[in-house]
T-cell receptor, first 113, second 109 residues
Framework: DAGVIQSPRHEVTEMGQEVTLRCKPI?????LFWYRQTMMRGLELLIY????????DSGMPEDRFSAKMPNASFSTLKIQPSEPRDSAVYFC???????????FGDGTRLSIL | RKEVEQDPGPFNVPEGATVAFNCTYS??????FFWYRQDCRKEPKLLMS???SGNEDGRFTAQLNRASQYISLLIRDSKLSDSATYLC??????????FGKGTTLSVSS
């Protein structure tokens, strides 16, 4: 079975550019989560969706970040404009319910120069 | 107080050693508990769920103490391949999982 699929695996771009990260959850999973991981702050929940509806976006750092889930099999996390402090690994995860284990994608390693 | 707290380590142990990690959580309403493992430059992966009665999976034993609000993970007969970061994860009903920052384990020969 396919796991959570994220793209791109790596992204290097210049400050001020728009960055779009993509995620395909495991089929049948109703919950989708976006995380950011850095050495200093660990794994931070940015936003999560239930049945394509955003439930909690309190972790989104600021208005430059936005996330959408237009259907059950696709979600995007967008940063516009990007800044060097956004450099991190961004993970997408999905689960069948909010209290079940989450399955993570391979992550996107983002570097903003 | 942070919601989920772990000793960051690192724990440096020789092969064959027994090592234990503890994790405390702040919300007494938490209902689900897990240990995840994360290898360097990889994604977190579920190691095991933690049940109220305690549970074992091979060399790994997980315990839950609701009264004291802590979770433990015991690894017996450590292998080189156990070197990783171990993340404690807690959940309340209807909310997302909350991850600790992880405890780093390094097993040496």
């Amino acid at each position: 079975d396919a796991g959570v699929i994220q793209s791109p695996r790596h992204e290097v771009t210049e400050m001020g550019q728009e960055v779009t990260l993509r995620c395909k959850p495991i089929s049948g999973h109703d919950y989708l989560f976006w995380y950011r991981q850095t050495m200093m702050r660990g794994l931070e929940l940015l936003i999560y969706f239930n049945n394509n509806v955003p439930i909690d976006d309190s972790g989104m750092p600021e208005d430059r970040f936005s996330a959408k889930m237009p259907n059950a099999s696709f979600s995007t996390l967008k940063i516009q404009p990007s800044e060097p402090r956004d450099s991190a690994v961004y993970f997408c995860a999905s689960s069948g319910s909010s209290n079940q284990p989450q399955h993570f994608g391979d992550g996107t390693r983002l570097s903003i120069l | 107080r942070k919601e989920v707290e772990q000793d960051p380590g690192p724990f440096n142990v020789p092969e064959g050693a027994t090592v234990a990690f503890n994790c405390t959580y702040s919300n007494s309403a938490s209902q689900s508990f897990f240990w995840y493992r994360q290898d360097c430059r990889k994604e977190p992966k579920l190691l095991m769920s933690v049940y109220s009665s305690g549970n074992e999976d091979g060399r790994f034993t997980a315990q839950l103490n609701r009264a004291s609000q802590y979770i433990s993970l015991l690894i017996r007969d450590s292998k080189l391949s156990d070197s990783a970061t171990y993340l404690c994860v807690v959940n309340q009903a209807g909310t997302a999982l909350i991850f600790g920052k992880g405890t780093t384990l390094s097993v040496s020969s």
